[in-house]
């Protein structure tokens, strides 16, 4: 289960990669603090049991769909036609993520040790992380 | 993500208008994210939307007739280009630029007295004519009709063809560099620099979305003003030291790629061997 996860995660990130070289986008400076900040964030989670590592998920999917959903609301705004393709994309990556989100309270996310501290941190800490690479 | 913009110079729209018209024919798919996408000013051939120019009489309905002042400024300062030699990046050369298209020298009163404007229109032109060189020479090797260059081949080339661009106002060129250095200058030349050493990095093929991104455009832009400095001071036949220069540093770009990785590798080695003495030990 796990490894389907992680493959369609992997799917994600070579489509962005993608995206990004042909929009010719620059990457955020912070870049590398990301990547070390997610791997910790993992590997801290899973320490908690499985329980936690599948809170970790429930939070950061939750924070992702709803990242999506605000791109997908700008897009939209801007010019639907003009993007139609872009906009396909996102929608199949949130309706991924949100799946990712359920299966993650499926298993038992909700009984991991302090749930919704742990939830909310994790939360607040995405949403930082994102509007910081929006900017820098 | 977005390159910040100060606010622009209004002539400065000319050569961004310009560069647009050259990007939005030359990109692929989904040209939103080129990065003077965030500044504002109508494309000529469009009807007006953007600033309203100032002598449009009444009405201000725009048609095609009517030049809006940016172009005006824009053909100015080309004309201004001629007079640079004799003249420097002065008012002078925008007053006899502006004379050659039958207007009068009182025209050189629309721009800053230090010659800024003329600067960083040239600078910009030279960028655009660069990236339309490069889109050409991209055509050619996709079309079959050209081989594709080795990486180093490519850098090379491209600096030497932006830098050549310099040799007729070479005499000059340090007085325009330290005008690009005034503060009020700095944030419009840093872009047009960045975005030309974009441009040649993308046509190179670097399709890096990681930090490297960043290295090797801080690094380009390193040899990219050095070996401008050593032109001002070259005085060899052709600048062939110039170019032997170039050589040399793009061939340090080049080593640095594989020293990082050897570094790496290394490190590595290192770790797995430690790990295995940890064990043997254990």
New interface residues.
């Given amino acids: 289960l796990l490894q389907q996860m992680w493959n369609q995660e992997k799917e994600h990130l070579k489509k962005?990669?993608e995206l990004?070289?042909?929009?010719?986008?620059?990457?955020?400076?912070l870049?590398?603090l990301w990547n070390v900040a997610g791997f910790v964030l993992g590997a801290g989670s899973a320490l908690l049991g499985k329980k936690g590592a599948m809170a970790c998920t429930v939070a950061v999917e939750e924070s992702i769909s709803s990242h999506y959903n605000t791109q997908i609301r700008t897009l939209m705004e801007e010019d639907p036609e003009?993007?139609k393709e872009?906009l396909q994309v996102i929608k199949k990556f949130r309706d991924d993520e949100l799946e990712h989100h359920d299966i993650g309270l499926k298993h038992d996310a909700e009984e991991a040790p302090v749930y919704s501290v742990l939830k909310k941190a994790i939360q607040l800490g995405c949403k930082g992380a994102i509007f910081l690479?929006?900017?820098i | 993500?977005r390159?910040p913009l100060s606010p622009p110079q209004r002539p400065l729209h000319a050569s961004a208008v310009l560069r647009r018209i050259s990007d939005e024919r030359q990109?692929?798919?989904?040209a939103?994210?080129?990065q003077f996408d965030s500044g504002p000013g109508p494309l000529p051939e469009q009807e007006s939307r953007g600033p309203h120019p100032s002598y449009t009489g009444q009405g201000g309905q725009e048609s095609e007739d009517f030049e809006s002042e940016e172009q005006l400024q824009h053909r100015i300062l080309t004309a201004a280009l001629e007079f640079v030699p004799e003249h420097g990046w002065t008012a002078e050369a925008i007053a006899e630029g502006a004379k050659t298209l039958g207007l009068s020298s009182a025209a050189a009163g629309m721009f800053h007295s230090d010659g800024s404007e003329l600067i960083l229109h040239f600078v910009s032109q030279c960028n655009t004519k660069l990236s339309e060189m490069l889109e050409q020479e991209q055509k050619l090797v996709q079309l079959g009709e050209a081989e594709k260059k080795p990486m180093d081949q490519f850098l090379r080339d491209a600096v030497e063809a932006r830098l050549r661009m310099l040799i007729p106002y070479i005499e000059k060129w340090p007085q325009a560099l330290s005008i690009l250095l005034l503060p009020h200058n700095i944030p419009s030349s840093l872009n047009l620099l960045t975005s030309m050493i974009?441009d040649i990095w993308?046509y190179a093929g670097d399709?890096?979305?990681?930090?490297n991104?960043?290295t090797r455009r801080a690094v380009l832009t390193g040899v990219y003003n050095t070996t401008e400095l050593v032109m001002l001071q070259d005085s060899s036949p052709d600048f062939e030291d110039t170019w032997r220069f170039l050589e040399n540093r793009v061939a340090d770009v080049m080593n640095m790629g594989s020293t990082a990785n050897q570094v790496q590798s290394t490190g590595e080695a290192l770790v797995q061997g430690l790990m295995g003495a940890a064990v043997t030990v254990s």
Avoid: I
Wanted: hydrophobic letters at 35%; aromatic letters at 18%.
């Fill in positions: 962005f990669n990004m070289v042909a929009y010719r986008v620059r990457p955020t400076v870049l590398p003009k993007y872009l690479s929006e900017r | 993500l390159f990109k692929e798919p989904g939103a994210s080129s974009d993308h399709q890096s979305t990681d930090f991104w960043y």
